[in-house]
């Protein structure tokens, strides 16, 4: 304890602190002068409790209470005053039959939930009601696969508070197509008709939070694997409102998107839930934002995040999110910062000391202790001997001579040489308007056109990039002309259409862009064509987009094409109708492409699944690309520190290589130093020479364009 140097004898103590010292013959209830400030030491601490910052929080967690002496006495619930009273005034207990469990937990295959504790008894149990089995629906077990079934087991207990001392939240972080929907629908349904303390429901009402092309599905998969008829769930969308759910006893289970429950926040706060889940949780990464405050605000304690992506790059996002499930379990943002966060940063340094390195790694360790009982990932092996194969084609395509030809004119640009002469920090927006231009000319010169002809002339230095690019085009240039030639990866799409629609007619195509711009000059390819598509934006109103979904899954769908927007439909739609997948442009986040091409390769999948992935060779797309291959992301909840948002700010030695352009077929080929022609066979050797590895160039598709002709 300190405070402001007194002769008192009862002394104000103004705070208390950790002191670090290395005088050895300090001891409780010792004074002394620190800074001009009176310090009374209290109690010692341990090295091990100091390295883990142990002793910095208010909480303490642990997967089993300490021991108590006896459990609570056994007794009926004495709320009913049929037996009248005693002479100390105390009801006698109704005399009952046992409570029986809902199901049988002795049938075959059951799968029956942890009982409590006596630790847990005594805190939730004080009326002491009898013990009863909760065991999950047998309908639903029969559908659970084994990791799904050790899922269900840990959310239960996690929001049952058995892991960790008067904490109710988890999150399951498993990867895409492991069915976490599934598992949720599971705790769902049990928590609204069990519970292990005489059989009550441990909730009347369970909140469902998903991004709006994602609420209809939740209503179709709890329909699916309930009924109609079981349970009732209320979605909300332009048509049904909160209102009605709150007027309405007959519902119990509310799914909304986070911009309705934003709209509809007054309404939702008044409502008492026994469960809240969180779909693609990584939205509430930012605790300052609205959404995450409007959901912190619910009186809920029992929190589930679901997200296939794990927490990345920012520990501060990683906080934020374990604060949502499980508030001050990691003390104040402050304590955190200083406690965990800065520390694990210094120790990543290069010139960090011995010292500083070992206290950053134990940190480090502590911190996921603490935070792996309520954390559970599997990766997608558990699942891939459950689906098809799956077949994965990074595809080089060479620029065509008009890209070509804008793309050293961007390059050449003052805007740009600028970029490689200036304040990284000063223009960070001017960086990512010219990057922004050069994926626009990857994917097609028009859609650099349109720009053109739109900004060429503001007077901003991004408005400037575009000054003179308008005399490269040809005369007849036009954006509302249509050319496949103008692109080379529009020509490659153009072919694999075809060979696709020739050799498997009954297959179907997903095409993923991040642009809505690419998607409209995609769609004028389908007309081009005359191939029938259907398409899912930011634009497509949400009641829409379940039913465009289904539609297209649909055995006698007419569709041959979906085009898809990874913003608005890149996560948490299942599109197993189609067989292929094309991620038209790349994206900085390895993740968000990896979520794409979860779409199709996911449960229920019936084909053999080709994912085809398009980059421009030799230009920006391909040096994203490597930066994705080389980088490491997570497994697990481990959070990855030194790669904290790069796709922001630059370096110097960044935006060369990023702004430059190589004539070759392939630059990743080729930085491989691999003597194959490209085609994957293994070169032959000379009898003196070393013999090569067995493992033949994984890089085995090479595109071509010459004039018109193009070989894939």
């Known amino acids: 304890m300190w405070c402001k140097v007194s002769g008192r004898k009862h002394k104000r103590w103004e705070g ?17 002068m620190v800074g001009g400030k009176q310090v009374e030491v209290m109690g010692l601490i341990s090295e091990l409790d100091y390295n883990k910052g142990r002793c910095f929080l208010d909480v303490h967690v642990e997967k089993e209470e300490p021991k108590i002496s006896a459990p609570p006495p056994s007794r009926r619930p004495a709320s009913k005053l049929l037996g009248g009273e005693t002479d100390r005034g105390v009801a006698k207990p109704q005399e009952e039959g046992p409570c029986k469990p809902r199901h049988d937990p002795l049938a075959p295959g059951a799968l029956v939930m942890p009982r ?33 079934r050790d899922g269900l ?25 492991l069915g976490k929907t599934l598992q949720s629908v599971a705790l769902t349904w049990t928590l609204l008709k069990q519970g292990p303390y005489d059989g009550k429901p441990v909730a009347k009402r369970v909140l469902v939070v998903a ?21 009732s769930v209320y979605t909300v969308n332009q048509d049904h409102r909160v209102e009605l759910f709150a007027a309405s006893p007959l519902h119990s289970v509310l799914v909304i998107s986070y911009e309705m429950l934003l709209r509809s926040l007054d309404v939702v706060q008044k409502l008492e839930f026994g469960l809240v889940i969180c779909d693609e949780g990584y939205r509430l990464k930012n605790s300052s934002i609205k959404t995450s405050s409007a959901l912190s605000g619910l009186s809920c304690t029992r929190r589930v995040i679901l997200t296939g992506t794990p927490v990345q790059n920012d520990l501060q996002e990683f906080y934020a999110i374990i604060e949502f499930v499980n508030p001050g379990i990691l003390g104040s943002s402050a304590a955190y910062r200083k406690v965990y966060e800065e520390p694990i940063l210094r120790s ?30 599997r990766t997608q092996e558990i699942i891939n001997r459950y689906l098809p194969p799956r077949l994965d084609w990074t595809v080089f395509c060479s620029p065509s001579p008009l890209q070509r030809e804008l793309y050293q004119a961007l390059l050449s640009h003052r805007v740009i040489r600028a970029c490689l002469q200036g304040s990284t920090q000063t223009q960070t927006h001017t960086h990512l308007a010219c990057i922004t231009a050069l994926k626009k000319l990857c994917n097609h010169p028009g859609l650099l056109y349109s720009t053109v002809q739109e900004r060429s002339d ?16 040809p005369e007849s240039y036009s954006s509302g002309g249509f050319s496949t030639a103008d692109s080379g990866k529009l020509l490659v799409l153009s072919d694999l259409l075809t060979t696709i629609r020739h050799l498997s007619p009954n297959d179907r195509v997903v095409v993923v862009s991040n642009y809505t711009q690419t998607l409209d000059l995609l769609q004028n390819l389908c007309v081009h064509l005359g191939y029938t598509y259907c398409r899912l934006d930011g634009h497509t109103p949400t009641i829409q987009r379940q039913r465009l979904v289904d539609n297209f899954n649909s055995p006698h769908s007419a569709h041959f094409l979906f085009l898809l927007s990874s913003k608005a439909g890149g996560v948490g739609l299942n599109l197993i109708g189609a067989s292929h997948l094309v991620l038209y442009d790349i994206d900085w986040n390895p993740a968000n492409d ?13 084909k053999t699944v080709h994912i085809y992935r398009l980059l421009t060779a030799g230009t920006i797309e391909e040096r994203i690309f490597q930066r994705q291959v080389s980088k490491q992301g997570l497994s697990g909840t481990v959070v990855d520190l030194g790669k904290g948002a790069e796709h922001t700010s630059f370096s110097s030695n960044e935006l060369r290589d990023l ?12 930085l491989l130093h691999c003597s194959c022609s490209m085609d994957g066979s293994a070169p032959e050797e000379e009898e003196d020479e070393e013999p090569a590895s067995d493992r033949p160039c994984q890089l085995v598709v090479k595109v071509t364009v010459v004039g018109r002709g193009r070989s894939i």
């Open 348 to 377: 990543r340094q290069p010139t960090c000391t011995e010292e500083e390195r070992v206290l950053g790694e134990e940190r480090a360790a502590e911190l996921s202790r603490l935070t792996g009982l309520f954390i559970l990932r």
């Open 211 to 231: 991004p709006g092309s994602l609420v209809q599905n939740w209503g179709a998969e709890f329909k699916k694997w309930l009924g109609r008829e079981r349970i």
């Open 16 to 32: 208390d602190a950790v002191l670090v010292s290395e005088l050895a013959s300090l001891s409780e209830g010792e004074t002394l």
């Open 594 to 606: 990896i979520q794409a091409m979860a779409r199709v390769w996911r449960d229920g999948q019936k």
């Open 659 to 670: 702004f430059s352009l190589t004539d070759t077929p392939c630059l990743t080929h080729d």
């Open 153 to 177: 087991l840990f959310l239960y207990e996690c929001v049952m508070g058995m892991r960790a001392t008067c904490r109710y939240g988890a999150i399951l972080a498993d990867e895409m197509g």
């Open 116 to 148: 409590p504790s006596t630790n847990h008894q005594w805190a939730y149990n004080k009326a002491g009601l009898p013990l009863v089995d909760v065991v999950v629906d047998p309908y639903l077990t029969a559908n659970l696969r084994p990791h799904q």
């Open 458 to 473: 503001g007077g901003s230095a991004e408005g400037s990039l575009y000054e003179g690019l308008r005399g490269v085009f």
